[in-house]
């Protein structure tokens, strides 16, 4: 059975760091591009970033660029983890964050968010004093 789920989020202050996961089973990680999104009260849901099934990565927001960094792990044969590394940290930066599997194996670049057909539910993220 297809499944992401998201952990790692929590309360941090302004300037501070997390590292949120992405543990998906159901399928095979080599073969498809994993991608971070967010969505914050109000607001609609917004792409952070992606990385392909070949390990290239991609922001789609450019107010994260230098800050958020994504990488993969799939050294265990049938538990993958995709990583959200978040570095100085602001309030804007609050929301859940979720995961999400695309279609193939290349990341979307245009009606980003249909380009990706599974997602986990979500893991929330607040930053504040």
């Known amino acids: 059975q297809l499944q992401l789920v998201e952990s790692g989020g929590g309360l941090v202050q302004p300037g501070g760091s997390l590292r949120l996961a992405c543990v998906g089973s159901g399928f095979t990680l080599r073969d498809y591009a994993i991608g971070w999104f967010r969505q914050a009260p109000g607001k609609e849901r917004e792409g952070v970033s992606c990385?392909?099934?070949?390990?290239?990565?991609?922001?789609?927001?450019d107010s994260m660029n230098g800050r958020f960094t994504i990488s993969k792990d799939y050294a265990k044969n049938t538990v993958w983890t995709v990583y959200l590394q978040m570095n100085s940290l602001k309030p804007d930066d609050t929301a859940v964050y979720y995961c999400?599997?695309?279609?193939?194996?290349?990341?979307?670049?245009?009606?980003?968010?249909?380009?990706?057909?599974?997602w986990g539910h979500g893991t929330q993220v607040t930053v504040s004093l």
């Open positions: 990385i392909t099934a070949g390990g290239i990565s991609i922001s789609y927001a």
């Open positions: 999400a599997r695309a279609y193939g194996s290349t990341c979307p670049r245009q009606n980003v968010l249909r380009g990706f057909n599974a």
